[in-house]
């Protein structure tokens, strides 16, 4: 990789396919019924559906929960609940779990993460029709109390999820996602007590989310000894959370039944399911397959969501700038986080401007192919964060554009 230039760098067989890619995808903006708005964003129905199939084979059987944080966008939700495999949401805020309950489009949500939103709960414990469909996630006694803190009785009882801290443990070091306090079995018991001793609640399940397992890329080029070190970080891992589960599981038996216990995401479907104590596994940006997926021994990744943006100028041989271009995701800052420049192949954003807000200018081969007026599609690097910034998410099969699809932004939501 020059100096002049950032991103990555693709083989032969990669080249054709992106620019296959990048004739199917403007012939079908083309063919639409009316100009489109830039940035223009699609998803790709034909590797949606085959990486439901593929996540769906790696979970071996064990239900799928869908990750609506990775999507973004009720009519994926939907076309992924309607695959075989997939079985309920996992939400990111009461307010959307609400919200899908009430569209009809899931009766089975789980929040993933705790919610101190007076005017959710609200809702929720003033909904026995919610409540039933609803889980909460708690990780403390605090969280029981902001749920009374806004009922006057206990009529509609809350159902409740434990959020169980499942980094690895080596050497007095944590690594993982800095979740949830509860780590040692005895305080994920003693949780539990308060729950199942208290007016007002049942505990109904568990999550562990082993983000080092499912959410590191193990198999990247050029880093040979750092993908090493995350397999190794990886099987460490699985084998002390399965021993860590099973002592938890066995204390929680005696307290109550739950109905389920969730764990893993996208690049843990095969270990996080073989694990007895789990009875459900979590995948959502394994259906569109964003950039930092690109490179886990588990799949092969099928892109699904791009975005395009124009070429206004070609200021330079060699370059090209299209206009806007600067979606970058959340998490540390770096390279990574970058939109990365996909069709037609043999592009690259420059190291000194990288993805701008107004203007993105591209080095490299396929400048010279390029002309005033011609789309640049990108992928984001994460997943549902891409359909933030747009109102409609086209929806494609093979050349043609079958459904302009609001996304929560178009549906008038902020989750």
């Not at 590797?47 to 966008?73: E, Q, Y």
């Not at 690895?168 to 539990?192: F, N, T």
Request: glycine residues 10%; hydrophobic residues 45%; charged residues 20%.
């Amino acid at each position: 990789m020059s100096a002049a230039s950032h991103g990555p760098v693709a083989g032969p067989a990669s080249v054709a396919a992106r620019n296959r890619l990048w004739t199917r995808l403007n012939a079908a903006v083309a063919g639409y019924e009316e100009p489109l708005p830039t940035p223009t964003m699609v998803v790709d129905l034909d590797a949606f559906d085959a990486n439901a199939a593929d996540l769906a084979r790696r979970a071996g059987g064990t239900p799928i929960r869908v990750a609506s944080k990775s999507l973004r966008v009720p009519a994926l939700i939907s076309r992924a609940l309607a695959a075989p495999g997939f079985q309920g949401v996992l939400g990111y805020t009461l307010a959307e779990a609400l919200w899908l309950v009430e569209q009809g489009i899931s009766d089975d949500v789980v929040v993933a993460y705790p919610t101190v939103d007076r005017g959710a709960l609200e809702r929720l414990v003033g909904s026995p029709s919610a409540a039933a469909r609803i889980t909460l996630m708690a990780d403390s006694v605090e969280h029981l109390d902001a749920i009374d803190s806004v009922r006057s009785s206990l009529a509609v009882p809350v159902r409740i999820a434990i959020d169980v801290d499942a980094g690895l443990q080596v050497a007095g070091r944590h690594l993982g996602p800095k979740r949830s306090p509860l780590l040692a079995a005895g305080a994920v018991i003693d949780l539990a007590r308060a729950i199942v001793s208290r007016s007002g609640f049942r505990l109904v399940g568990v999550m562990t989310y082993e983000g080092q397992v499912a959410g590191l890329a193990d198999d990247v080029p050029g880093q040979r000894a750092r993908s090493f070190a995350v397999r190794r970080v990886k099987a460490l891992s699985v084998s002390q959370l399965q021993q860590r589960r099973a002592a938890i599981a066995a204390g929680l038996h005696e307290l109550t039944e739950l109905e389920f216990w969730n764990a893993g995401g996208s690049g843990s479907l095969e270990t996080s399911s073989s694990d007895p104590t789990v009875t459900e596994v979590t995948a959502g940006s394994g259906l569109l397959v964003p950039g930092l997926f690109d490179h886990y021994r588990a799949f092969a990744p099928r892109p699904a969501a791009y975005f395009a943006v124009p070429v206004t100028r070609r200021p330079a041989a060699g370059m090209v700038t299209v206009h806007g271009g600067g979606l970058s995701a959340s998490g540390p800052a770096g390279p990574d986080r970058l939109p990365v420049p996909w069709a037609p192949a043999g592009l690259a954003v420059t190291p000194l401007e990288g993805a701008g807000e107004v203007q993105t200018p591209l080095t490299g081969e396929a400048t010279e192919r390029l002309r005033v007026g011609d789309l640049v599609w990108f992928r984001h690097a994460k997943s549902g964060e891409l359909f933030e910034h747009t109102p409609t998410c086209y929806l494609v099969e093979g050349e043609r554009i079958v459904q302009a699809a609001p996304t929560y932004r178009g549906h008038g939501l902020a989750f």
